[in-house]
Nanobody, 127 residues
Framework: QVQLVESGGGLVQAGGSLRLSCAHS????????MGWFRQAPGKQREFVAA????????YYADSVKGRFTISSDNAKNTAYLQMNSLGPAETDVYYC????????????????????WGQGAQVTVSS
């Protein structure tokens, strides 16, 4: 069983930055691809970014390319999402997710492609 715990959410002004962390425990972190999704009340969960278990490939939603960066640190068993130039419309609950093993891009950009989820971190961007 894998446990994921997000941290780093909070309140930021429009144009500001936040870095989310996702601490992974229970199974070897290096065996898992990691993803970030976000969800607003009443809306579907939306793909944000993903990184393969090797760390060699990353994927981003078009809406965040050039502003968000996903990374992982095997020594700390943690994945990160650096978010810059945030806008009010990006006020959401952000979730990290883990998928075991090698995965295709198509598997990593949909929520159904993941095996484990964190509890979510609220990000609020004020205008």
């Amino acid at each position: 069983q894998v446990q994921l715990v997000e941290s780093g959410g909070g309140l930021v002004q429009a144009g500001g930055s936040l870095r989310l962390s996702c601490a992974h425990s229970g199974r070897p972190f290096s065996n898992y691809a990691m993803g970030w999704f976000r969800q607003a009340p009443g809306k579907q969960r939306e793909f944000v970014a993903a990184i393969t278990c090797s760390g060699s490939s990353t994927y981003y939603a078009d809406s965040v390319k050039g502003r968000f960066t996903i990374s992982s640190d095997n020594a700390k068993n943690t994945a990160y999402l650096q978010m810059n130039s945030l806008g009010p419309a990006e006020t959401d609950v952000y979730y990290c997710a883990a998928r075991f093993g090698v995965a295709r891009a198509i598997d990593l950009v949909t929520s159904s492609g993941y095996d484990y989820w964190g509890q979510g971190a609220q990000v609020t961007v004020s205008s």
